[in-house]
């Protein structure tokens, strides 16, 4: 079963910068597919960025130019930089891998950002 632990929420003033990491565990295949998504009081989770084989790179029009998604070559390793911090993107954020049909999501970890 894979695991997804992910790291490096938490209170951030507008402006500032984080980094989430993401490891995953439970399998010696390498995931191709590995994202993060997010999800704000009383909304619906959402996708902010995925990264999948060739440099494949999807990211949600919010987040263009501020947040970068990279994978770390042979591990299951996938960090998401965020920098100029808004506070809409306050939100747990929750990392995702796609592998052999199926899909697995991590605990979350949680990003405040103060105005």
């Known amino acids: 079963q894979v695991q997804l632990v992910e790291s490096g929420g938490g209170l951030v003033q507008a402006g500032g910068s984080l980094r989430l990491s993401c490891t995953a565990s439970g399998t010696r295949i390498s995931i191709d597919y590995m994202g993060w998504y997010r999800q704000a009081p009383g909304k619906e989770r959402e996708l902010v960025a995925t990264i999948a084989p060739g440099t494949n790179i999807n990211y949600a029009e919010s987040v263009k130019c501020r947040f970068t998604i990279s994978k770390e070559l042979r591990r299951n390793t996938v960090h998401l930089q965020m920098n100029n911090l808004k506070p809409n993107d306050t939100a747990f954020y929750y990392c995702?891998?796609?592998?052999?049909?199926?899909?697995?999501w991590g605990q979350g970890t949680q990003v405040t950002v103060s105005s």
């Open positions: 995702h891998a796609h592998l052999l049909q199926k899909t697995f």
